[in-house]
């Protein structure tokens, strides 16, 4: 079975061994599917003959690879292609110092890298021609303009070279971390000289700007390249030995490369230093060359070494073409005295010319795992950890701290966990870990008093953990981020070392984390000190000042899909170009590949119901002009029609912003387009919310029935339709708007125009039978522009009849701008606190492109013409309390169906199931008394709840009572889901959540 493929992955072709590429673009990897790739290519991306052109052409404007495809660049020709990963061998996977891994998908343990070691084949100089005259240097992979030709014989490759050995000839260079008086920074441009050694001997300094390399690409240059320029930009360049000649051909070798300004990126500045102004964003050839100067390098170890297995020793970042040198080339020689020919600094004018280019490398990975195991792996065995952003999990040596929180007495809007402690082990399986607490730690939080309780770290200070240890459950505690690190990331140091001065020019307050020990300290490696040495120090005596993940300045891409963005005549100018050459040789010629392009819409059917529709593509080359058409995702949209008084259709744009009806429309609604048969009116076209998972939950159709006769003789101002003599669904109420709305405070619109709209909105749902069942609406007779809304959760996902409350607010550029909304998050004892989807925020932020608040694609938008407050509140209960609630987060979409994508999502499942067990206990509670968020609803929820209604309550004991059974049994051969079947770790806290639920009874 091949193995699955990355991104940053070496491959091979399978047919041709020696052809390499890195993996760019794959369906898991979504960081990286941003759309319309090809705009960033200077040529057209090529695709496999077997994928058909539809799917291409979806491609290439989702940028989101096809299920069994990978976009990779061809390390001979820089060229980006589209193909099956069947046709690819993975060669090596680059992992570094701090990722997260796994062994396989199913794997429920993951594991941390803590070391690698890496062996490389290196690539020597060799002789290369130009216009007859011979040159030494080391030529681009990619193919080489007219004037050059390679050897006819290859150079001896070296293999077997551990990455140890081995440095980088120029620095500093974009991306590296320089240290500057007393800041750090990060090199954000660099602008070198090179130094080129002529075919007659001479050496001249030159900008690099005005060289090109041999493949007539304008690009940087490294020591062992090979430039052409013109002859004028010769005689005006800096002669370091011999002169200007005007018979001499204007190219050369690059010997040396020499800085002139650098653009830095200030970082962070030393603490408790004396104080001292950020330095200038652009540094000159004088103040690099400085002693005040220094790049940060990493590789540096102490001398002496390190006992402890579990420190980490950082190598270069090895990627295929990197150009290296020996650090010591002498004892390299005698190493590999078969392979490695050293061309004397004779021959290049005193210049040192020994640098060679990775051909390609292997990794071998020390990893720790949860268990608090190590291992060593070869990195292709291991793949990426894809659930690495799941709140609860956590790793040996973290500090996690209790979830019940204690005002500290004295400082207001300040508590504290009960106890804090440091990570031993975790059976991630469980969801189980093994904690030693320190009880003198000290961590305080600022708490914001309002819905969705945002805490935000004051004090962190753990001390040394010499507690007792306990198995506690990941959903008992927090691995807060704030306050670990990570192996790798660089922190100042918030004491002075013993020894250290204030002048006397050592960098000792600057350090990578290397170890994080199970007593709660760390080992710092002093990497920039005169002598590099490891110090132990305490959690709150460092600060973080670069994160190894990147997430101290995460990149971002816009999703949305600009008008702009619609054209596609860059897309394929020719099919034929596109796919390479025909046969199974070079670039094509592969067999056909089966790909799943099924593309699924959903429309309203029946009460609040939806039905899926699904249209295929066919692989099949003799595919319709329509299959085409759906497959790129520019088929036509079903139009609305738009209709003036007397009869006549009006251009959309001749409606949009308007009043949405004739001038002599009355409060009747006759004129209303009717809903379909005891449904909802709702375009078709409006997703209205980031992509969701494939399966869409339709409401729970258990709930009190519809077509009581009580509904018919309901005033139509005051009720829509009642469940079973139940509460309305639809309701106006008298009394004062309640304080606890979060737009209570708004202001409101005495506008005809708005006032109309807003009436409008109403009416539609008052109709009988619009709003579906498990949603109840109020609103205000003194504000209709408020609305509260009460969604019970559909069956068959974790949001099974929990209560969710929305406040609405139709705001005075209503329906110009789409309606507010902010949701109420309650967080409980037992089940905690935190999201419980990816579209509804703790602060009460709801992600709907209907909202305004999410870039959807075009058309998904609030459409002021037709959009309507019914279609949000459907969209709720049908787009986003869904069964998968994992695939809602934007572009996971595309994980849907893998099986990577299996256990992240059932983890999301179970922490979700149990938070919304959790919103009962609130709402219950606060229905008997504190009403927060509730008032309006108090009857609403009694009735849902109660025995004297639909007896939700007993429902949900039922189901927990359901859950424990079957996962505290073993689960009875089922694998954890999160719905039927939960870990160890939820049960715990599910028992007391239960316990909660029945004393409510």
């Not at 551990?162 to 750090?184: F, G, N």
């Not at 494939?694 to 139509?716: F, W």
Request: with cysteine.
């Amino acid at each position: 079975m091949d193995r699955p493929l990355h991104t940053d992955d070496i491959v091979s072709k399978k047919n041709s061994p020696t052809l390499l590429a890195v993996v760019e673009r794959t369906p898991s990897d979504i960081d990286t599917h941003e759309p319309r790739p090809q705009h960033y290519e200077p040529s057209n991306i090529k695709c496999h003959s077997s994928i058909s052109k539809p799917i291409f052409r979806r491609f290439l404007k989702d940028g989101v690879p096809p299920k069994n495809t990978v976009l990779v660049r061809w390390q001979h020709t820089g060229l980006c292609q589209l193909l099956p990963t069947s046709k690819l061998t993975l060669l090596d996977r680059s992992l570094l110092i701090g990722d997260v891994v796994r062994k396989n998908a199913q794997s429920a343990m993951s594991g941390v890298v803590i070391n690698t070691f890496t062996t490389c084949t290196l690539e020597p100089v060799g002789d290369i021609t130009y216009k007859n005259v011979t040159l030494k240097g080391l030529p681009p992979p990619s193919e080489l303009a007219p004037d050059w030709l390679r050897p006819s014989t290859p150079p001896l490759l070296i293999p077997g070279v551990p990455a140890s050995e081995l440095l980088e000839p120029d620095t500093p260079k974009e991306e590296d971390l320089i240290i500057y008086k007393s800041w750090l920074g990060r090199v954000d441009h660099v602008n070198p000289n090179i130094v080129l050694k002529l075919p007659d001997n001479c050496v001249v300094e030159i900008n690099e700007d005005l060289c090109e390399q041999p493949t007539g690409e304008y690009e940087a240059f490294a020591v062992g390249d090979l430039a052409t320029t013109k002859k004028g930009n010769l005689r005006n360049g800096k002669w370091i030995f011999g002169r200007y000649n005007p018979n001499t051909v204007p190219v050369g070798t690059v010997v040396e490369t020499r800085v002139q300004t650098l653009e830095i990126s200030w970082l962070q500045r030393r603490i408790g230093g004396a104080v001292s102004e950020e330095p200038p964003d652009v540094l000159e050839r004088d103040e690099i060359e400085s002693r005040f100067f220094r790049v940060y390098d990493r590789t540096r170890r102490p001398l002496q070494g390190v006992a402890n297995n579990t420190i980490s020793n950082s190598e270069l970042d090895i990627r295929l073409g990197l150009r290296v040198r020996f650090k010591d080339l002498a004892e390299a020689c005698a190493k590999y005295p078969d392979t490695l020919r050293r061309i004397p600094r004779s021959e290049m004018l005193g210049y040192d010319i020994n640098v060679f280019d990775i051909e390609r490398f292997s990794t071998e990975v020390v990893v720790q795992w949860q268990d608090r195991s190590l291992s060593t792996e070869h990195s292709i065995d291991l793949i990426p950890d894809s659930s690495i952003e799941d709140e609860h999990a956590t790793w040996p040596g973290e500090i996690a701290h209790s979830l019940d929180f204690t005002p500290v007495e004295g400082m207001e809007g300040v508590e504290r966990p009960s106890r804090v402690g440091v990570v031993q082990s975790v059976l991630a399986g469980e969801r189980m870990a093994k904690v030693r607490w320190a009880p003198s730690a000290v961590i305080h939080y600022a708490r914001v008093e309002e819905e969705g309780d945002v805490r935000s770290l004051l004090t962190g200070a753990v001390g040394i953990a010499d507690g007792e240890v306990e198995e506690v459950s990941l959903y008992e505690v927090e691995a807060f981020g704030a306050m670990n690190v990570r192996r790798g990331d660089l922190v100042l140091l918030a004491v002075r070392l013993e020894g250290g001065g204030e002048g006397d020019g050592d960098v000792d307050w600057v350090g990578e984390i290397v170890d994080t020990k199970m007593d709660g300290t760390l080992s710092v490696r002093l990497g920039a000190a005169r002598e590099v040495r490891d110090v132990v120090l305490r959690r709150e005596e460092v600060v973080v000042a670069v994160r190894s993940d990147g997430t101290d300045d995460a990149g971002h891409w816009d999703d949305g899909g600009s008008e702009e963005d619609e054209d596609e005549d860059e897309e394929v100018s020719d099919w034929s170009e596109a796919t390479g050459v025909d046969g199974d040789s070079g670039m094509g010629g592969f067999d056909a590949v089966d790909v799943d392009v099924a593309v699924r819409r959903r429309v309203a059917s029946g009460p609040g119901g939806f039905v899926e529709e699904s249209s295929g593509e066919s692989d099949d080359e003799s595919e319709s002009d329509e299959d085409d058409s759906m497959s790129d995702g520019s088929e036509e949209e079903p139009q609305a029609r738009y209709e003036d008084e007397n009869g006549e259709e009006l251009d959309e744009e001749d409606v949009e912003g308007g009043d949405w009806e004739s001038e002599d429309d009355d409060d009747d609604d006759d004129d209303m387009p009717d809903a379909p048969p005891g449904g909802v009116q709702v375009d078709v076209r409006v997703q209205a919310t980031p992509p969701t998972s494939a399966d869409v939950t339709p409401p729970d159709s258990t709930l009190a029935p519809k077509d009581d006769p009580a509904t018919q003789h309901q005033p139509a101002s005051e009720t829509a339709s009642t469940n079973g003599g139940g509460p309305p669904q639809y309701h106006v109420l008298e009394d004062a708007v309640p304080a606890t709305h979060h737009y209570a405070t708004s202001p409101s619109s005495s506008n005809p125009a708005h006032m109309k709209r807003v009436q409008k909105e109403h009416r539609i749902l008052q109709k009988p039978s619009a709003i579906p069942q498990g949603i109840y609406i109020r609103t205000w007779e003194s504000r209709l522009d408020l609305l509260r809304c009460l969604i019970i959760g559909p069956s068959d996902t974790p949001y099974e009849n929990a209560p969710f409350v929305v406040d609405f607010h139709l705001p005075p550029t209503f329906p110009n701008d789409p309606p507010s909304a902010f949701f109420h998050s309650w967080s409980t004892d037992g089940a905690g606190s935190g999201r419980v989807n990816p579209n509804l925020y703790e602060d009460g932020k709801i992600c709907l492109s209907l909202l305004g608040t999410w870039e959807g694609s075009r058309g998904e938008g609030w459409k002021a013409s037709r959009s309507t407050m019914l279609q949000v509140v459907v969209s709720l209960l049908g787009l986003v309390l869904v069964k998968e609630p994992y695939f809602n987060e934007a572009g996971y979409e595309a994980l849907a169906g893998l099986e990577e994508s299996r256990r992240p999502s059932a983890l999301y499942n179970e922490r979700v199931y149990l938070r919304a067990r959790g919103f009962v206990v609130v709402a219950l509670r606060r229905e008997g008394g504190e009403a927060r968020g509730l008032e309006g609803l108090r009857d609403v929820v009694g009735w849902c709840y109660g025995e004297g209604g639909l007896g939700l309550l007993e429902k949900v004991i039922e189901g927990v009572v359901g859950v424990l059974e079957r996962s505290e049994e073993g689960g009875g051969g089922e694998e954890v889901d999160g719905l039927r079947v939960v870990s160890k770790g939820v049960c715990i806290p599910l028992r007391r959540v239960l316990g909660s639920l029945m004393e409510l009874r």
